[in-house]
């Protein structure tokens, strides 16, 4: 699997490390709040509030320049439309690779 990198925020700031921090900042406090979010309405199994909270996850995805992830998690979110839980397992992984990604920057 590919592995998070700050290439796509380093190229945001503009080697300004200020705006740099404050965006590693958003993504350590958004991310998981959103993944959380994403865990509550699993559990409830509102699919509509699921590909919603995958919508929001994909965001944090992209800037971290995870382009495979990004399909993949694109890919569940259409799913999720048809009230499909396929491509669950790989979203998974992903949110646990940048999980354990956003403790070590």
Do not use: C, W
Request: a negative charge; hydrophobic letters at 30%; zero cysteines.
């Amino acid at each position: 699997m590919e592995q998070p990198n700050l290439a796509y925020v380093e190229q945001l700031a503009r080697g300004d490390d200020k705006i740099r921090q404050t965006l590693i900042d958003v993504i350590k406090t958004e991310f998981p709040e959103e993944k959380k979010e994403y865990q509550d309405s699993l559990d409830k199994k509102d699919y509509k509030k699921i590909e919603e909270n995958v919508h929001k996850i994909k965001h944090k995805i992209s800037i971290l320049g995870l382009e495979k992830s990004y399909e993949l998690a694109n890919v569940y979110e259409h799913n999720l439309r048809e009230k499909s839980m396929q491509g669950e397992t790989d979203f998974e992984q992903i949110l646990n690779t940048i999980s354990a990604y956003i403790k070590t920057i």
